[in-house]
């Protein structure tokens, strides 16, 4: 009897603590899932810039509910600053681009005039520096002034699934009478094969970005020419522009892509270094990449690689 008391006993003592356990978990449960949801309740409030301290007492929840409400107001405040500034450059380099326009397209025209008049073989000579040095003044103004807008948000590319055929085809159009004034020839291979070849970008800023490199392959090679090719693969669609230039050694490969650089071997020919950078924060802006394969003498070739 006494045996079966204590089996009993043990019997009810076992499933309290099984219920107490229960019990404990489940309140846990609740507990837990309650600050889940105000807390969810909170990022989905904080999204709407509509969230308001709700709990005012000495408990955890009240204590996160000041925090997050004192972060987002910092929150705040830093992107309307972030903002603020942001206008404020946008409005510099409007001026910057306005302000400038004018004169550069004046000196271009004046000098131009001078070019067309009779002058002494000296004074021609200075014409056409002054026409050169006002054409490259205009060129790195138009390019800082894109540059600055890519940086700081104010163009934002705009990335559609498009073919790479008529881009290509504008661009060579659009270079092929620069590079015969060098004798040089500009190519785009196997176009028919290509037709179909489509990728995500953006066809204006790509454009850009890739006219930069043709017209620097352009400018650093002699003899030879240039060809303009692509290759499908399933994530992407690699652009190549190959040149039978004066090549890049391979410890600059990383130091032609930064802002303003120039290469000892190219300090004798037209350029303010910028075109590459901007290339490739066009590029990268999209989800894609630029790398370069050369070696001294042996030209170069600039690949793009667009998602697809």
Same mark, same amino acid.
């Given at each position: 009897?006494?045996?079966?008391?204590?089996?009993?006993?043990?019997?009810?003592? @076992?499933?309290?603590?099984?219920?107490?356990?229960?019990?404990?978990?489940?309140?846990?449960?609740?507990?837990?899932?309650?600050?889940?949801?105000?807390?969810?309740?909170?990022?989905?409030?904080?999204?709407?810039?509509?969230?308001?301290?709700?709990?005012?007492?000495?408990?955890?929840?009240?204590?996160?509910?000041?925090?997050?409400?004192?972060?987002?107001?910092?929150?705040?405040?830093?992107?309307?600053?972030?903002?603020?500034?942001?206008?404020?450059?946008?409005?510099?380099?409007?001026?910057?681009?306005?302000?400038?326009?004018?004169?550069?397209?004046?000196?271009?025209?004046?000098?131009?005039?001078?070019?067309?008049?009779?002058?002494?073989?000296?004074?021609?000579?200075?014409?056409?520096?002054?026409?050169?040095?006002?054409?490259?003044?205009?060129?790195?103004?138009?390019?800082?002034?894109?540059?600055?807008?890519?940086?700081?948000?104010?163009?934002?590319?705009?990335?559609?699934?498009?073919?790479?055929?008529?881009?290509?085809?504008?661009?060579?159009?659009?270079?092929?009478?620069?590079?015969?004034?060098?004798?040089?020839?500009?190519?785009?291979?196997?176009?028919?094969?290509?037709?179909?070849?489509?990728?995500?970008?953006?066809?204006?800023?790509?454009?850009?970005?890739?006219?930069?490199?043709?017209?620097?392959?352009?400018?650093?090679?002699?003899?030879?020419?240039?060809?303009?090719?692509?290759?499908?693969?399933?994530?992407?669609?690699?652009?190549?522009?190959?040149?039978?230039?004066? @090549?890049?050694?391979?410890?600059?490969?990383?130091?032609?892509?930064?802002?303003?650089?120039?290469?000892?071997?190219?300090?004798?020919?037209?350029?303010?270094?910028?075109?590459?950078?901007?290339?490739?924060?066009?590029?990268?802006?999209?989800?894609?990449?630029?790398?370069?394969?050369?070696?001294?003498?042996?030209?170069?070739?600039?690949?793009?690689?667009?998602?697809?």
């Amino acid at each position: 009897m006494t045996l079966q008391t204590d089996n009993n006993m043990i019997w009810l003592v @076992g499933t309290a603590c099984v219920l107490v356990a229960a019990l404990v978990i489940f309140y846990n449960y609740r507990r837990t899932k309650k600050t889940m949801d105000n807390i969810e309740q909170m990022l989905a409030c904080a999204d709407d810039a509509r969230f308001l301290e709700k709990t005012f007492d000495e408990s955890r929840m009240s204590a996160l509910e000041t925090k997050f409400a004192h972060f987002l107001t910092a929150s705040a405040v830093s992107a309307k600053n972030v903002a603020a500034e942001k206008a404020k450059i946008e409005t510099l380099i409007s001026d910057i681009s306005h302000q400038t326009k004018t004169p550069i397209a004046n000196l271009l025209l004046y000098s131009e005039l001078l070019q067309e008049s009779e002058l002494q073989d000296d004074i021609r000579a200075n014409a056409e520096a002054i026409y050169a040095q006002t054409e490259k003044l205009r060129f790195l103004i138009d390019s800082l002034v894109k540059l600055s807008r890519l940086e700081n948000g104010i163009i934002t590319l705009a990335p559609k699934r498009a073919l790479l055929l008529p881009m290509l085809y504008s661009i060579q159009r659009q270079l092929a009478p620069k590079a015969a004034d060098k004798g040089l020839s500009l190519q785009l291979r196997d176009a028919e094969s290509i037709a179909e070849v489509s990728a995500i970008f953006d066809e204006k800023w790509t454009a850009e970005a890739v006219c930069n490199l043709v017209d620097n392959a352009i400018k650093y090679t002699a003899q030879g020419g240039i060809t303009i090719s692509v290759t499908a693969y399933e994530l992407f669609a690699r652009i190549d522009i190959a040149d039978t230039g004066i @090549g890049i050694a391979e410890e600059e490969y990383t130091k032609i892509f930064s802002r303003f650089y120039r290469s000892q071997n190219a300090q004798d020919k037209e350029g303010v270094g910028i075109g590459l950078y901007l290339a490739r924060e066009i590029v990268n802006g999209e989800g894609g990449y630029i790398k370069v394969s050369s070696s001294l003498g042996n030209g170069a070739v600039f690949s793009v690689l667009l998602p697809k």
